[in-house]
DNA sequence: AGAACAGATAAGCATGTACTTATGTGATTC
DNA sequence: GAATCACATAAGTACATGCTTATCTGTTCT
């Protein structure tokens, strides 16, 4: 169960920095360590996880690796949300903007 | 930072199954129990990090306590990931459904 | 081929977490 | 008011997890 997995990978707080920073734009695993004070070993480490969740996916580029967000995982947190959308307040805006510009 | 405690409540998955069955209907911990295979103490600590993560909010009922989902925990996370709203796939056709939900 | 570099893997360790049994607290019933 | 019930809390334990240092793999460059 992959879901489990995705959960599990958000749940550590330097794994989500990790993410939001891929999330704007990928690069490889030195870039990503610049800013968060992080082993080599760790950042790794964390890459694995978030790549077996599938939140991040990689690409070999010559001696790096490329890694980039990976929307699958997005994909199975939403619909995961989805399940209870009977109990999103009406007041969430800016989730009625996302899918008008989902219509586009 | 509660959008910690929320990624880590949801990242066991007996917490999850706690949850989904709140989103039932609200119901008190005793019921909770029935056809999920844990003890009294594990079911009470679990609604006592889901409360602390605000998917899951009690009220006091005689010698009971009704638990129901809390929508506050679903907006945070809906948030977080609206945030990534340029990575999810266009294929995601439920999110639009859910979305049409809404405007009406 | 060998040095240098990017990254992965291995092994060990300290802390966190989910469970257990035992006990405490508040509300109801007789 | 004493027993009972629904639930919370305490304390202990086994296992998971995130880190560390050390080493390995794969690629580039001279």
């Known amino acids: 169960m992959i879901e489990n997995e995705i959960f599990r990978a958000l749940a550590d707080p330097t794994r989500r920095a990790i993410f939001e920073k891929l999330a704007a734009g990928g690069?490889?695993?030195?870039?990503?360590?610049e800013g968060i004070?992080?082993?080599?070993?760790?950042?790794?480490?964390?890459?694995?996880?978030?790549?077996?969740?599938?939140?991040?996916?990689e690409e070999r580029q010559g001696r790096f690796v490329n890694y980039e967000v990976?929307?699958?995982?997005?994909?199975?947190?939403?619909?995961?949300l989805a399940k209870y959308r009977a109990y999103w307040p009406a007041r969430i805006e800016a989730l009625k903007v996302l899918l008008k510009d989902m219509d586009q």
Not at 37 to 45: G, L, N, V
Not at 75 to 80: G, R, S
């Open 27 to 33: 690069m490889n695993a030195s870039a990503l360590r």
């Open 37 to 57: 004070d992080i082993s080599q070993p760790a950042m790794s480490q964390h890459l694995a996880v978030l790549r077996g969740a599938g939140l991040v996916r």
């Open 70 to 80: 990976d929307p699958e995982g997005l994909a199975l947190i939403a619909q995961w």
